[in-house]
């Protein structure tokens, strides 16, 4: 079974910068799309950003373009969110998934998405 693992996140003033890695293992992502999403409690998961296997194409939401950017090293099976100017909004908790199909620009649905990793949490202070 594959398995992704997320790491780096923390706590960071408002304006600060944090860079999430999603480390796979298990299996070969190399070959897939990878993506980033973001949950509140009780809320569901929301897309964040996505990048094509070749790392050539990325995608954001309009909430995180411009701040994020989404990159890949498929010789180490990892992907990175880098995190700059962040805001509290921003607090939430960030989940790196491999998208099932190939469909590109890549669906925002979660249930496109089939392996998941555990989560990493990141607050933000004003």
């Known amino acids: 079974q594959g398995q992704l693992v997320e790491s780096g996140g923390g706590l960071v003033q408002a304006g600060g910068s944090l860079r999430l890695s999603c480390a796979g293992s298990?299996?070969?992502?190399?070959?897939?799309?990878m993506a980033w999403f973001r949950q509140a409690p009780g809320e569901e998961r929301v897309f964040v950003a996505a990048?094509?296997?070749?790392?050539?194409?990325?995608y954001y939401s309009d909430s995180v373009k411009g701040r994020f950017t989404i990159s890949r090293d498929n010789a180490k099976n990892t992907v990175y969110l880098q995190m700059n100017s962040l805001k509290p909004e921003d607090k939430d908790d960030y989940y790196c998934?491999?998208?099932?199909?190939?469909?590109?620009?890549?669906?925002?649905?979660?249930?496109?998405?089939?392996?998941w990793g555990q989560g990493t949490q990141v607050t933000v202070s004003s």
């Open positions: 298990g299996r070969t992502f190399s070959s897939y799309a």
């Open positions: 998934a491999r998208q099932y199909g190939s469909t590109w620009p890549p669906p925002r649905s979660l249930y496109e998405y089939d392996y």
């Open positions: 990048i094509r296997w070749s790392g050539g194409s990325t």
